[in-house]
């Protein structure tokens, strides 16, 4: 089992930066896929980004291709991601998971056991 804890978010201006961070526990933080996804109020969740549990591969959403970055720190067990040139339409509530069953780069919710209590970002025209 592994429990997820986001930070970093924030309100920042369109076209600023923001790196939101992950912390997991457990021993076996590198066996899981990993995954950002982000939820407007009363919408459905979406997916933003996966990497696998090496690192090796990242997968995105079309929508932040070129501006998101993906990555995680096995030895510190935390997963990131950048946010570069935000635009207001990148408002929402963002969130980590995990999953040890789930495809490689799976972008459905549904393949993710684990869920932090996510942190919203807001980005202000």
């Known amino acids: 089992q592994v429990q997820l804890v986001e930070s970093g978010g924030g309100l920042v201006q369109a076209g600023g930066s923001l790196t939101l961070s992950c912390a997991a526990s457990?021993?076996?933080?590198?066996?899981?896929?990993l995954g950002w996804f982000r939820q407007a109020p009363g919408k459905e969740r979406e997916f933003v980004a996966a990497?696998?549990?090496?690192?090796?591969?990242?997968y995105y959403a079309d929508s932040v291709k070129g501006r998101f970055t993906i990555s995680r720190d096995n030895a510190k067990n935390t997963l990131y991601l950048q946010m570069k040139s935000l635009k207001p339409e990148d408002t929402f509530v963002y969130y980590c998971?995990?999953?040890?069953?789930?495809?490689?780069?799976?972008?459905?919710?549904?393949?993710?056991?684990?869920w932090g209590q996510g942190t919203q970002v807001t980005v202000s025209s």
């Open positions: 990497i696998s549990g090496g690192g090796m591969y990242s």
């Open positions: 457990g021993r076996t933080f590198s066996s899981y896929r």
């Open positions: 998971a995990a999953t040890s069953f789930g495809r490689l780069g799976s972008s459905s919710p549904r393949e993710y056991e684990y």
